[in-house]
């Protein structure tokens, strides 16, 4: 277990369990992304309760989210993003103390590659998240209301109709059966209310 304790090893376990719960976050349901987040997580709190640190390094960490957030809005992002770089790299390096005050515990190599690796990861996925929040939506549903299609299963309290090419969810007042065209006359949310077309 001593090979646990070397900060090198603590460091790319913390930046692993950092990702898995960005992951589990962005991306739920799997159970992956959680069962390892949890283990790693387990297994970093024991290393930083073992492996002494600097709380001032922890807080520089935490200060670089704050120009990571602003790169995000989309103005002076290179700036934003190398202010966010610089604060991980040094945070990462002195996270853990090394033999001298001054001597940073995680070698600073492996601090700059992790810090532009997850920096990089969470930035793109983050605002590939803000982008497609901010995107105008690609069905405009109140052109649904009228469109034509055709019953794909049998229709009554629940179905599913072929309509504007697309499979949607549908219901009817009346029981419609396979192959019928019917009409859209309303819809409930994301569910079509159809009626056959005589």
Known sequence: ???????????????????M????????GTGVFEIVGLVAWGVVLWQTYNIDSNLWALILLLLGFVPFGLSLRGKRVKLYLGLMVTAFVIGSAYLFKGDSWWQPGVHPLLALVMSL??????????????????????HDLG????AVGEAKTKIHTE???YVGGEKWTARSDQPIKIGERVEVVARDGLVLIVKQIK
């Open 159 to 161: 179905g599913s109709v």
């Open 117 to 138: 690796f997850a920096g990089g990861v969470v930035w793109l996925v983050a605002a590939k998240l803000i982008e497609a929040m901010g995107a105008p939506s690609v």
């Open 1 to 19: 277990m001593a090979f646990l304790l070397n900060p090198n090893l603590a460091y790319i376990l913390i930046v692993a369990a950092f990702l």
């Open 143 to 146: 052109t649904l209301i009228g």
């Open 21 to 28: 719960t960005v992951f589990a976050i962005l991306i739920p």
